[in-house]
């Protein structure tokens, strides 16, 4: 099961159990273990994920974390929990900030099992850092953009330098966008005067910066609006277009896959189609932005798509035999559905630069259009 999967099938179990939860260690036996799980590490493992790891700072001892997890016998990311019904304060925080100073982690996350805190040392080596980098909530919607994030805590995935560079994107963006949302309420002076001394030659009076205040709000709201706007209209655009009737030109299958209502409610989206989807988004995320990937299911196979666009199939996975999947591949100058047998999910990682080169295909004939 990919990442988001294991999140939002972690966020609808907490969302069930929060009011059952009466102590810390059932908080971490039911949702920050599970969480750690998801990240690809063994919880019953000592070699990867250590309980109560010794922590002492200076004279205070018998200081433990809730959980170190390891790589090479050497921690690298610490966990400190709390109850689920506990706020995450500074008192928790100060205790983290102890524990990371005394040991090699570089990460540490504070966790009351909804809110996940991640810290790092960017500000001062060695020395947790007062704001957290990335900061999430169990229960709110499970975006593509935060499973990017995590990705890089995964086991898998995880290493140090780049997991460090991810982390300072994230830390200033973070930032960037607390203050954008700061201006778009309440401008500070600084800001009124940047715009104002750009299309404004008079004297700045208060009187003038309050009615340049104003319109500074009033301006960015429509610009946001603007953008918003124009992503749905392209949207809708792309809509209508996949929705028009398939010329002659078209196989005869693409035309069986405009499917009458009876038959749409024969499809069934298996788990291993989700996950196979998955799988191609993951591949492909560096080539494409992965709202591009898309899925759209039907009776004989589940077709994974550029753009929602049934002429640009990325590959179509034929997994309704369980013993005996195919996936699909177009990266022929035809465009024909070349199927390739595959034993496991894990199989289609091996087709990964045949569905590369589909996408930059697509990609291709779009630059060259617009040439």
């Not at 759209?296 to 550029?306: E, S, V």
């Not at 199989?347 to 996408?359: F, G, K, N």
Request: with cysteine.
């Amino acid at each position: 099961m990919d990442l988001i999967d294991q999140l939002k099938a972690l966020s609808s179990k907490v969302a069930k159990q929060i009011d059952l939860i009466q102590t810390e260690e059932a908080t971490k036996n039911a949702f920050v273990m599970p969480f750690i799980t998801a990240l690809g590490y063994n919880v019953f493992d000592p070699t990867e994920v250590v309980p109560e790891l010794t922590a002492d700072v200076g004279t205070k001892k018998g200081e433990k974390v809730d959980y170190a997890i390891l790589r090479d016998g050497k921690p690298i990311m610490l966990f400190e929990c709390k109850h689920c019904k506990a706020e995450l304060n500074e008192d928790n925080m100060s205790q983290l900030y102890r524990y990371f100073n005394v040991t090699e982690a570089r990460f540490a996350i504070l966790t009351n099992g909804i809110i996940y805190r991640f810290y790092t040392d960017l500000d001062e080596s060695n020395k947790m850092d007062a704001k957290s980098f990335l900061e999430f909530n169990i229960l709110d919607d499970i975006k593509e953009s935060l499973v990017e994030d995590l990705k890089k805590f995964t086991k898998g995935f995880f290493k140090l330098d780049e997991t460090l560079i991810a982390a300072t994107e994230l830390k200033y963006t973070k930032e960037i966008k607390r203050i954008i949302a700061e201006q778009l309420d309440n401008p500070t002076e600084d800001f009124v005067k940047f715009f104002a001394s750009k299309v404004y030659t008079g004297k700045l009076t208060a009187l003038v910066k309050q009615q340049f205040t104003d319109l500074i709000k009033k301006a960015l709201q429509q610009f946001i609006n603007d953008r918003i706007n124009k992503r749905l209209k392209l949207a809708e655009e792309a809509q209508s277009i996949t929705s028009q009737p398939p010329n002659s030109s078209q196989s005869s299958e693409e035309n069986k896959e405009t499917t009458s209502s009876d038959s749409k409610s024969k499809i069934v989206t298996t788990e291993e189609e989700i996950e196979g989807y998955h799988i191609v988004k993951s591949i492909l995320r560096q080539t494409v932005a992965t709202e591009r990937v898309t899925m759209r299911d039907t009776i004989n196979y589940c077709g994974i798509l550029l753009d929602d666009n049934r002429r640009k199939p990325i590959c179509r996975l034929y997994f309704n035999t369980p013993d005996k999947k195919a996936l699909g591949l177009f990266d022929n100058p035809e465009k024909k559905d070349d199927k390739v047998s595959i034993v496991k999910l894990d199989d289609i990682y091996q087709y990964a630069d045949r569905l590369i080169a589909t996408v930059k295909c697509y990609k291709s004939e779009i630059q060259g259009s617009i040439d």
